[in-house]
Nanobody, 120 residues
């Protein structure tokens, strides 16, 4: 069982910045990747950014150039730095962890979510 705890959300003005953190704990066999997803009211959950434990990153087009994902392998922690934030970035941001099982399959875990509100 894996637990994910997000932090760093809050209220920020348009053009401002936030840094989100997600720390994984519990019995983790092997981490394949971690990432961030977000969901606004009435909208589908969408991918924001992912990073493999080898360091390969992927970003949604809507955040490219503004968001940066990084990780600390030793601490099983992933970060999301968001700059030049826009009102449309307002959403609950969820941390995701993909675990490699001992059989070679994948297990998926989600955090509780942290609210990011971009408003003047």
């Amino acid at each position: 069982q894996v637990q994910l705890v997000e932090s760093g959300g809050g209220l920020v003005q348009p053009g401002g910045s936030l840094r989100l953190s997600c720390a994984a704990s519990g019995s983790i066999l092997s981490i394949n990747a971690m990432g961030w997803y977000r969901q606004a009211p009435g909208k589908q959950r969408e991918l924001v950014a992912t990073i493999t434990w080898g360091g390969r990153t992927n970003y949604a087009d809507s955040v490219k150039g503004r968001f940066t994902i990084s990780r600390d392998n030793a601490k099983n922690t992933v970060y999301l730095q968001g700059n030049s934030l826009r009102p449309e970035d307002t959403a609950v941001y969820y941390c995701n962890l993909t675990e490699v099982s001992r059989f070679g399959g994948l297990n998926y875990y989600w955090g509780q979510g942290t609210q990011v509100t971009v408003s003047s």
